[in-house]
């Protein structure tokens, strides 16, 4: 049974950093291509960053040269390193596998995510 579970969020000013964490299971992770989507009000969600089972990274023009992507195979664990942070930043920040993890019959999966909101 699959299960992400992402941690870190939380207020910070504009200018400020988060590292957001997460951690997975139920899935194949040393092999698997992992991003980071997130979703703000009244917004799809965006997929912000990705990290190849190489370790091969991308990013969103939005994030580029600010958010950095890295995996740890050991504690199949994916981070987010979150710097010099902006309003628009705001948003719920989910991990999931790229493309997004499908559950037979029931459709993609997707954890609980972690807040990130960032003031003025």
């Not at 400020?16 to 299971?25: E, P």
């Not at 664990?77 to 037979?104: G, R």
Request: hydrophobic share 30%; glycine share 10%; aromatic share 10%.
């Amino acid at each position: 049974q699959v299960q992400l579970a992402e941690s870190g969020g939380d207020l910070v000013q504009a200018g400020g950093s988060l590292r957001l964490s997460c951690a997975a299971s139920g899935i194949p992770f040393s092999i698997a291509a992992m991003g980071w989507y997130r979703q703000a009000p009244g917004k799809q969600r965006e997929l912000v960053a990705t990290i190849s089972r190489s370790s091969t990274t991308n990013y969103s023009d939005s994030v580029k040269g600010r958010f950095t992507i890295s995996r740890d195979n050991a504690k199949n664990t994916v981070y987010l390193q979150m710097n010099s942070l902006k309003p628009e930043d705001t948003a719920v920040y989910y991990c999931n596998t790229e493309p997004a993890y499908v559950v037979p019959g029931r459709g993609n999966y997707w954890g609980q995510g972690t807040q990130v909101t960032v003031s003025s």
